[in-house]
C-alpha cells in the first residue's frame, strides 16, 4: 500500500469543508495532534472517569488557532486578498503572521499592550507580523480590526471571519474519529467563544453525516474575573492571569449559550487561583505542559468533580488548546526557583541528597 502524506486539514477534512482549490491552499500541516490518554492525574480525581487531553499545543504555532487560522488564509488567498488582520490576546495573531507568511501576504496584528505571553509576541514579531500594541484590551482591539476590515481591503481573521469555525471543527472529527464515538463530555475553555461553537458543529455535523451515533455535552470555563457569559453582562476590565481568556465581550457569545443549551452543557466560572493549581498538576502528574487558559479545563473538571457531577465509567476530553512553552514566565512564577549550587561533586551530591 502507498503510504498517505499527512498535509492538514483541509486536504484530510475536505468533504466537511468549504470547497477551496489546491492552488490556493495555504498550511502547514496543522491538526493530527495527539489525543492523550489520562495515565495518572484521573486515578487523583476520580478513577471511575476516563479523562483524554486533546493536546492542540503540538500544532504548528503551538496553539488550535491553526485549524482555524489555514482555513481563513487559504480563503483570502483565493479570493485574492493581500493583507489580513486580527486582534488577538496572542495565538491568533501567533498563527496569523505565520500563515500570512506562508501565503506571501501582510499580515496586521493589535494586541492588548503588556498582556500578552512572551512566546506569542515573539511569534508574530518573527513572522515578520506588523504588531501594535493598542492602550486598551483585546475587545477594544476587535473593535477597530473590525472596523478596519470593512473599510479597506484587509481580511478579517478573527473568529468572526465564519472560516475560522469551519477549520476549528475539524478537531472534533479527529476525536470522533479515535475513539469511534463523541465522548460523554468535552470541556474547552471560553474567551472569544468561537473554538467551543466550532466544536459543538463539528459533532453535530459528524453525527449528521452518520460517522457517530451520540453527541457530547459541551462544558465551557471561563476565568472568574473574565466571565461576561457565566454572569450574563458585558464585564468591561477583564482580568486573569490567563491571559488568553482575558475578554469581557466574546463576539460568538450567542453561539457558545446556544452550543452549551443544545447539548446539555453548562458554562462556569473558576478562580485564578484554581486555574493555575491544574496548570502545575497536569504538568506535574501527566508530563503534559500547556498554558494557563488551557489549564482551566482540568481546573473545570474538578470543580465539577467535587460536586459528583461525573458517574462511573464517563469520558471527558479536554482540549488543551496551547502548548506551555508560549508563557514561560506563568510557568517560572508556580515553580520552585531553579537551586544555586557550587560547582562541585560534593555540593551537587549534597543537594541531591545522596550524601
Ligand atoms: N485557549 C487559548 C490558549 C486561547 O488562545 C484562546 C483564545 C482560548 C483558549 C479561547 O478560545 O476565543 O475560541 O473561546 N485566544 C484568542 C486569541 C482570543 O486572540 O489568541 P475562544
Redesign the pocket.
Known amino acids: 500500500m502507498q503510504p498517505r502524506k499527512y498535509e492538514g486539514i483541509i486536504k484530510k477534512y475536505r468533504e466537511f469543508l468549504p470547497e477551496i482549490d489546491d492552488e490556493f491552499i495555504i498550511s502547514i500541516n496543522e491538526g493530527n495532534t495527539p489525543l492523550i490518554k489520562s495515565r495518572n492525574v484521573y486515578k487523583i480525581i476520580n478513577p471511575d472517569i476516563e479523562i483524554y487531553f486533546k493536546y492542540?499545543g503540538l500544532n504548528p504555532t503551538g496553539?488550535?488557532?491553526d485549524r482555524g487560522m489555514t482555513m481563513a488564509v487559504s480563503k483570502a488567498v483565493a479570493d485574492g486578498s493581500k493583507a489580513i488582520i486580527?486582534?488577538?490576546?496572542?495565538?491568533?495573531?501567533?498563527?496569523a503572521a505565520a500563515y500570512a507568511a506562508r501565503a506571501g501576504i501582510k499580515s496586521f496584528v493589535l494586541?492588548p499592550e503588556g498582556k500578552i505571553a512572551m512566546g506569542?509576541l515573539s511569534q508574530a514579531l518573527m513572522h515578520g507580523s506588523v504588531v501594535m500594541q493598542i492602550q486598551g484590551n483585546?475587545d477594544d482591539a476587535l473593535i477597530i480590526a473590525k472596523e478596519i476590515s470593512e473599510e479597506f481591503e484587509v481580511t478579517l481573521v478573527?473568529?468572526v471571519n465564519p472560516y475560522r469555525i469551519e477549520g476549528?471543527k475539524t478537531a472534533s472529527f479527529e476525536i470522533a474519529d479515535e475513539l469511534g464515538k463523541a465522548p460523554d463530555y468535552h470541556i474547552?475553555?471560553?474567551?472569544?467563544?468561537?473554538?467551543?461553537?466550532?466544536y459543538w458543529n463539528g459533532y453535530k455535523e459528524y453525527k449528521q453525516a452518520g460517522k457517530i451515533q451520540n453527541l457530547p455535552k459541551m462544558l465551557?470555563f471561563q476565568a472568574a474575573g473574565a466571565a461576561p457569559i457565566v454572569l450574563n453582562h458585558i464585564v468591561k476590565e477583564p482580568h486573569t492571569i490567563?491571559t488568553?481568556?482575558r475578554?469581557g465581550n466574546?463576539?460568538?457569545w450567542q453561539k457558545?449559550v446556544k452550543a452549551k443549551e443544545e447539548s446539555g452543557g453548562l458554562i462556569e466560572a473558576v478562580t485564578d487561583e484554581d486555574l493555575l493549581s491544574a496548570y502545575a498538576l497536569l504538568a506535574r502528574t501527566e508530563g503534559i505542559f500547556?498554558?494557563p487558559?488551557?489549564a482551566?479545563t482540568l481546573a473545570g473538571l474538578i470543580q465539577l468533580n467535587k460536586r459528583g457531577f461525573f458517574k462511573k465509567g464517563d469520558v471527558c476530553v479536554l482540549?488543551l488548546?496551547?502548548h506551555g512553552l508560549?508563557d514561560p514566565q506563568n510557568a517560572i512564577k508556580v515553580s520552585s526557583e531553579p537551586i544555586v549550587v557550587p560547582c562541585d561533586k560534593k555540593s551537587v551530591l549534597k543537594t541531591m541528597e545522596l550524601i
Not at 486580527?86 to 498563527?95: D, E, I, L, M, Y
Open positions: 492542540e496553539s488550535f488557532k486580527c486582534a488577538s490576546t496572542g495565538n491568533t495573531s501567533a498563527a494586541i506569542k483585546f478573527n473568529s476549528q474547552l475553555p471560553v474567551g472569544n467563544a468561537g473554538n467551543i461553537t466550532a465551557g490567563a488568553a481568556i475578554i466574546p463576539a460568538s457558545a500547556c498554558e487558559a488551557s482551566i482540549t488548546t496551547g508560549k
